[in-house]
């Protein structure tokens, strides 16, 4: 038998969301929204974005997704054994804890 997911918006329950992520003061964030909660972060956060500066994106070498398995199990960020995408935040984590 088949199962479905339902994606729930994290901001008001309604189902039919998607997952978003977004970064401020060096954390990464990800957020389930509808996308009138979505278009409505966007909105509030349109003024400051029209005078920011974005940063150019730099080409990281992919990660060696074992090592960021291992080292997720070791912190309790993952589940022992777990397989699938690994989440956008754990490789900030791994990335930040790796740096240099």
Do not use: C
């Amino acid at each position: 038998m088949a199962t479905k997911t339902i994606r729930v918006d994290d901001l008001d329950g309604s189902e039919g969301a998607e997952l978003h992520s977004f970064a401020l003061d060096g954390q990464v964030f990800d957020i389930d929204l509808t996308d009138e909660n979505f278009q409505a972060l966007r909105s509030a956060l349109e003024p400051f974005l029209d005078v920011a500066s974005p940063q150019k994106r730099i080409t990281n070498k992919p990660a060696d997704t074992r090592a960021v398995r291992s080292w997720a199990e070791e912190k309790g960020l993952l589940k022992e054994g777990s397989s699938g995408r690994i989440p956008v935040v754990v490789m900030a984590e791994y990335r930040k804890s790796h740096r240099g």
